[in-house]
T-cell receptor, first 115, second 112 residues
Framework: EPEVTQTPSHQVTQMGQEVILRCVPI?????FYWYRQILGQKVEFLVS????????KSEIFDDQFSVERPDGSNFTLKIRSTKLEDSAMYFC?????????????FGPGTRLTVL | GQQLNQSPQSMFIQEGEDVSMNCTSS?????WLWYKQDPGEGPVLLIA?????ELTSNGRLTAQFGITRKDSFLNISASIPSDVGIYFC????????????FGAGTQVVVTP
């Protein structure tokens, strides 16, 4: 069964460093998302992406964050200058077509630890 | 702002018992989804609901999209040890461009 994959599974970085989290969405999906989950808390929406541009973003997704689809298979989240409070699980998700864009399939996540 | 409340926060049940949890929203949802999350893993989609009143089953799981479009419940019948995990409801508003709003989760613990 097709699935969303994410790399790395765990990233440790120093405060102020840039990180890039990578995702490979399900191959025929058109909509892509990033969410984060701080330890012990609920999953929070960051950004949705369609047709090579951001569709919607949350208040969390400030100028330090950016997303890109550099090729036909990868979808990345970049944090330019990490802060301690960016430590969280980051989940990529994808969905198929417009009528089912809310039916999202999640990857296993990248645990980001900022020291 | 929009509020999404999930209850109960946790449940401790014996194997074989049924489990029920629900979510309510302060606003109307277009879609209700139920996910299960195991420790250190991503949410796994269990059931998706698209219409008010819709009742959908997936094995021992049954979920309903409330008539008012502001609530949903998930039932697990005849629980087994592998049902252990955190169950999340999630919903999307009209024209939300896939912005899912998640509940706080229900931790289910099943004892033999």
């Amino acid at each position: 069964e097709p699935e969303v994959t994410q790399t790395p599974s765990h990233q440790v970085t120093q405060m102020g460093q840039e990180v890039i989290l990578r995702c490979v969405p399900i191959s025929n999906h058109l909509y892509f998302y990033w969410y984060r989950q701080i330890l012990g808390q609920k999953v929070e929406f960051l950004v949705s992406f369609y047709n090579n541009e951001i569709s919607e973003k949350s208040e969390i997704f400030d100028d330090q964050f950016s997303v890109e689809r550099p090729d036909g298979s990868n979808f990345t989240l970049k944090i330019r200058s990490t802060k301690l409070e960016d430590s969280a699980m980051y989940f990529c998700a994808s969905s198929e077509v417009d009528s089912l864009r809310d039916t999202q399939y999640f990857g296993p996540g990248t645990r980001l630890t900022v020291l | 702002g929009q509020q999404l409340n999930q209850s109960p926060q946790s449940m401790f049940i014996q194997e074989g018992e049924d489990v029920s949890m629900n979510c309510t929203s302060s606003s109307i949802f277009n879609t209700w989804l139920w996910y299960k999350q195991d420790p250190g893993e991503g949410p796994v989609l269990l059931i998706a609901l698209y219409k008010a009143g819709e009742l959908t089953s997936n094995g021992r799981l049954t979920a309903q999209f409330g008539i008012t479009r502001k609530d949903s419940f998930l039932n697990i019948s005849a629980s087994i040890p592998s049902d252990v995990g955190i169950y999340f409801c999630a919903g999307a508003y009209t024209d939300s461009w896939g912005k899912l709003q998640f509940g706080a989760g229900t931790q289910v613990v099943v004892t033999p």
